[in-house]
């Protein structure tokens, strides 16, 4: 009878310590998971704070320092980005870059935020910062006004491409 209580004992006291791994179990996939959603969290936060920077454009009528200070931004977090090269690297769905496009048009607008490979490109693009300079210079910057279009990267959520043209 002695042997049968101990046997019990023992038995009673495994219970208890499986009952208590699987309690600590437990309690660390809870952990875990709040862990993942708080890093999450944070993540979004970091990721709708970089974007607010250059969403608060998105449709305005900007002045040309708007546009200035957007490209601005932009070079500013691409130069941030390991391996940047302005030659060669676009705002595409593999990578963090943002392109800055200034034009008359939504249609003609040229990349601000490299430098321009493109003869016909340069030359449209200097035509129009001269006339925007000639503007500046003869006092009519409050006239020029650019509306603004902002595009995420479908994949990351990320801001990619900005465009300012003349509606």
Do not use: H, W
């Not at 809870?30 to 970091?46: D, F, L, P």
């Amino acid at each position: 009878m002695e042997n049968a209580s101990n046997a019990l004992i023992m038995a009673a006291a495994i219970l208890i310590g499986i009952l208590i791994l699987s309690l600590g179990v437990y309690l660390a996939n809870i952990m875990s998971g709040y862990a993942e959603i708080t890093q999450k969290q944070m993540e979004q936060n970091s990721l709708n704070q970089f974007n607010d920077r250059f969403l608060k454009y998105d449709s305005l009528d900007c002045t040309i320092q708007d546009v200035i200070t957007v490209k601005n931004y932009a070079l500013e977090s691409n130069n941030q980005t390991a391996g940047y090269n302005p030659l060669n690297d676009r705002a595409q769905d593999d990578n963090a870059y943002i392109d800055v496009y200034l034009g008359t048009s939504l249609a003609n607008a040229k990349l601000l935020t490299s430098i321009i490979l493109n003869k016909s490109d340069e030359d449209l693009l200097n035509k129009n910062m001269q006339e925007l300079e000639n503007n500046i210079a003869n006092g009519k910057t409050d006239n020029i006004k650019y509306k603004c279009k902002v595009e995420t990267n479908t994949n990351t959520g990320r801001v990619s491409r900005i465009y300012f043209y003349i509606p």
